[in-house]
């Protein structure tokens, strides 16, 4: 039943839009359990408190969901060939933010997955998540066979690079397994040698109090001024380590239209993010991720940007 089962789930997911799928067993993530309290423990989370919650449970998925024999993972391509400006009037946002969030479109279409698990075996139950609760996504995506993890922590996939997000379903059955694939980056260092704040540590260990992605997204504070005059205009995370990635020769343009950039987030002005009202932020950016940085961190950002480029001049 493993096997025809396990066959039914990949060719669904498939046909849903999900552009790799991979089965792990569901175990303790012990190494990575024991490296996360040592990345936690060097205040590399910066004010990220919540990631020191429940930190057993983020290593082990029983404790999560208690029956989870599988985990189900899935990873969604989301590249889209626009370029980024270089106009110093022009303010950055990650491509993963240029279209809907992903965290609506990923989850609707894993309920889609886990209803048709259930039509299939009545009696199965399971539990998804979208780069919420204590999932290591990452992790799992790794141990799925769905990539490796790059030296800039991010899992690359050898036909989609790493533009990719990453989702999972919890599942109380037992199925054929993937094994993980051959870490592929070899001796490169672009990722790290590119790094303006150089944040990246040593291999897959970023320092999130200079991670410009971290920065202008989760940190809710002053940024740091010796920092900023490195942004490269960078208002809403930051692309630099995935743009330089040798891997990236073999991105696909994404075959999901809710993806696909608003005209508005390519090309933003500076002064207009850096002036934008509340009711102006709530209306443009409805149904996307920088809702995560809200209007003050936005403007934060712009303003921070702004300046940090007047006073080089």
Same mark, same amino acid.
């Given at each position: ?32 359990? !024991? ?6 423990? &060097? ?9 020191? =919650? ?13 029956? %989870? ?54 009696? !199965?139950?399971? &539990? ?13 995506? !790794? =141990? ?10 991010? !899992? ?33 260092? %672009? ?102 940085? &809200? ?19």
């Amino acid at each position: 039943m493993e096997s025809s089962f396990t066959n039914l789930i990949k060719s669904q997911a498939i046909e849903l839009g999900f552009s790799k799928v991979g089965i792990a067993r569901a175990e303790s993530l012990t190494e990575e359990g !024991v490296r996360l309290r040592e990345w936690l423990a &060097k205040g590399y989370h910066g004010t990220m408190q919540w990631m020191e =919650r429940e930190m057993e449970k983020r290593a082990d998925p029983c404790l999560v969901f208690p029956q %989870a024999k599988s985990v189900v993972c899935v990873a969604m391509n989301y590249y889209s060939p626009e370029q980024h400006s270089d106009n110093p009037e022009i303010g950055k946002i990650s491509r993963y933010a240029w279209g809907d969030d992903y965290h609506m479109i990923m989850t609707e279409r894993l309920e889609e997955l886990l209803s048709f698990i259930k039509s299939e075996i009545p009696e !199965v139950t399971g &539990k998804l998540y979208v780069d919420t609760g204590p999932m290591m996504d990452k992790i799992w995506a !790794v =141990r799925s066979g769905i990539g490796w993890m790059g030296k800039h922590a991010n !899992v690359i996939t050898r036909e989609y690079s790493s533009w990719v997000f990453l989702g999972e379903i919890l599942l109380d059955v037992e199925l054929d397994y993937n094994e993980p694939i051959t870490d592929l980056c070899g001796t490169c260092t %672009a990722c790290i040698d590119a790094c303006p704040t150089k944040a990246i540590i040593q291999p897959s260990v970023v320092d999130s109090n200079k991670c410009i992605s971290y920065l202008t997204i989760e940190h809710r504070d002053a940024l740091p001024k010796n920092l900023l005059s490195k942004f490269h205009q960078w208002v809403y995370g930051c692309d630099i380590c995935q743009d330089v990635c040798p891997w990236n020769r073999f991105q696909k343009e994404t075959k999901e239209l809710a993806f696909y950039p608003r005209q508005e987030n390519i090309a933003p002005k500076l002064t207009e993010l850096a002036e934008m009202s509340q009711e102006e932020f709530s209306q443009r950016f409805r149904r996307s991720s920088i809702k995560r940085t &809200k209007r003050i961190g936005l403007v934060r950002n712009a303003k921070g940007v702004l300046e940090s480029g007047e006073s080089s001049r």
